[in-house]
């Protein structure tokens, strides 16, 4: 069993029965912005496009057309 948490139409938090939580922070454009699972934080930065330019592990390059290359 989990208990969810919103606000808005946002889920913040995710806490599962063994007490692990899962927490979500989000930009003014409902994009993720971290995702914390308490034993590491992600981070997400985005271009003009919403593509993702860089998580904590690993930076995106795109071609004209937003291809992942």
């Known amino acids: 069993m989990a208990t969810y948490s919103f606000t808005g139409v946002l889920n913040d938090t995710i806490t599962y029965a063994n007490g692990t939580t899962i927490s979500k922070t989000y930009d003014e454009l409902l994009r993720m912005k ?36």
């Open 34 to 69: 971290t995702l914390d699972n308490n034993i590491q934080t992600y981070s997400y930065d985005y271009d003009k496009v919403s593509n993702i330019l860089t998580d904590s592990n690993k930076d995106y390059n795109y071609d004209d057309i937003y291809r992942v290359i």
